[in-house]
């Protein structure tokens, strides 16, 4: 399976990416765009005999005619195509040649047509030409920067679940906007600004989560938690402040654990130099301030959680290696890719663990994790997150058709065409 180093070695979008473990999990169907008629070109080789053997003469014969380097009719010279390279390059032509051939426009009605065999062997090759993914190669395509991401709503109350371990809503308990806009994907860095109204909602955010789990910080009553969220936050704050204080253990010794720790996991990174220090400062001016050893480790808590390296994702700049256009990510970075691409949330231990070991990247183990990744059931994710937005599903919530033309559209039927695509989706990522 070839793409597990892929996804290494390069930093790919989730569509990308996503493709790339169609072309794994799916064999060649996705490669072949789904068309029933196109003969499979398993191997590069093949594929480029195929536009040597099947495809040009085609074009030559019905198209070079009026599509040549002098006569670009539509802008379009067939010519120029000298070899699969080149063809893969222009894919849009080849979309709209599908298009053209398919409806019979092409060539128009009073010139020579196609003879029904030239007709189907040249849109399967051009279906696969236009859908190809090249499943043998990807860390040849410069994928282009990493840029840095904020997490999005979902990503950040997931990352808030699997990190204090407690259920939480951002947008009930303090109004987060959501990033959904229905016709992109909401963790799309550059729709990902941090305005500071949203900064506000971070803080605020903040201090409710700790309200449940440490309690408030001014000493003020809790909040009433019902039972199941009460047994979390019991759970979270014995598993958060898992030392305490006691007659070897200093209360500085202990915050420090438990700021480690914590921090590492927020920040999905080991931490750098002087990192924990800075943390415990705080521990040490709320304690100055006579608080107790909770409340002190509680604002140091709110500080990560209201930090950059919690809320972005950053992956760290590179010079390129060898003149290679995709650039290695370290073994961190490898399992935040794939936490928040298959489960919109942050690594869990044994992903951890791994990347300390510098074992993620290997082949045979990273593919053992994603399908563990995959069986868990936080990978619902997958379809909830990535399939709908892929799928611009949310719109058919939203949609309000002509009740004159579509008489029979109900709130059951939106709820049932949005339920199909997300159970055909999610049975795919079973
Ligand atoms: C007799 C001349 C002629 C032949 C032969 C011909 N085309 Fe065209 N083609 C045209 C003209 C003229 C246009 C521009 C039409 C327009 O803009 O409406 C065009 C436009 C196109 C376009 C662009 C359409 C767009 O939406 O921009 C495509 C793709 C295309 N042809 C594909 C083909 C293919 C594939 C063949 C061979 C199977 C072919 N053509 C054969 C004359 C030809």
Redesign the pocket.
């Known amino acids: 399976m070839t793409i597990f180093p892929a996804f290494v070695r390069t930093r790919l979008s989730p569509l990308r990416a996503f493709a790339l473990l169609a072309c794994s999990a799916l064999g060649g169907l996705a490669a072949q765009g789904f068309a029933a008629e196109a003969p499979a070109y398993g191997t590069a080789k093949a594929r480029a005999m195929a536009y040597d053997t099947v495809a040009r003469p085609i074009?030559a014969d019905?198209?070079f005619?009026?599509?040549n380097e002098k006569k670009h009719?539509?802008h379009?010279d067939f010519t120029a195509f000298k070899d699969e390279k080149t063809v893969l390059k222009q894919r849009k032509?080849w979309r709209?040649?599908i298009d053209?051939?398919e409806a019979m426009e092409?060539?128009?009605e009073d010139?020579k047509q196609?003879s029904p065999e030239q007709k189907s062997a040249l849109l399967a090759w051009m279906k696969q030409a236009a859908n190809y993914v090249d499943c043998d190669r990807p860390g040849g395509i410069d994928p282009g920067p990493a840029p840095v991401r904020r997490l999005d709503r979902a990503e950040y109350n997931n990352t808030i679940r699997d990190l204090l371990g407690i259920d939480f809503d951002a947008g009930d308990a303090v109004g987060m906007p959501d990033e959904m806009s229905g016709s992109t994907f909401a963790n799309l860095a550059n729709g990902l600004i941090l305005p500071p109204t949203l900064m506000d909602k971070y803080f605020a955010s903040a201090e409710k989560v700790l309200d449940i789990v440490i309690g408030p910080a001014d000493g003020g009553s809790p909040p009433q938690l019902e039972g199941k969220q009460k047994k979390q936050a019991k759970q979270a704050f014995d598993a958060l402040l898992f030392v305490k204080p006691g007659a070897d253990t200093p209360p500085r010794d202990a915050a420090r654990k438990i700021l480690e720790r914590f921090a590492f996991r927020a920040y999905r990174r080991p931490l750098r130099e002087g990192e924990v220090d800075r943390l415990l400062t705080l521990f040490d001016l709320s304690k100055a301030n006579g608080d107790k050893f909770e409340l002190s480790v509680r604002l140091a808590f709110k500080a990560v959680l209201v930090s950059p390296h919690f809320l972005m994702r950053v992956e760290q700049d590179r010079p390129s290696q060898g003149g290679k256009s995709a650039i290695d990510i370290d073994d961190y970075e490898l399992a935040s890719r794939l936490s928040y691409f298959l489960w919109s949330s942050m690594p869990d231990a044994p992903l951890f663990e791994l990347a300390g070991q510098h074992k993620l990247s290997d082949p045979s183990i990273l593919e053992q994790q994603v399908r563990r990744m995959l069986a868990d059931p936080k990978a619902k994710a997958l379809t909830d997150q990535f399939g709908m937005q892929w799928l611009q599903s949310g719109k058919v919530m939203t949609a309000r058709p002509s009740t004159e033309f579509f008489p029979t559209f109900t709130n059951e039927l939106r709820q049932a065409m949005f339920d199909e695509s997300y159970t055909f989706f999610d049975k795919l990522r079973e």
């Open positions: 074009l019905a198209c005619g009026c599509h009719k539509g379009i032509v709209k040649a053209q051939v092409m060539p128009p010139e196609l």
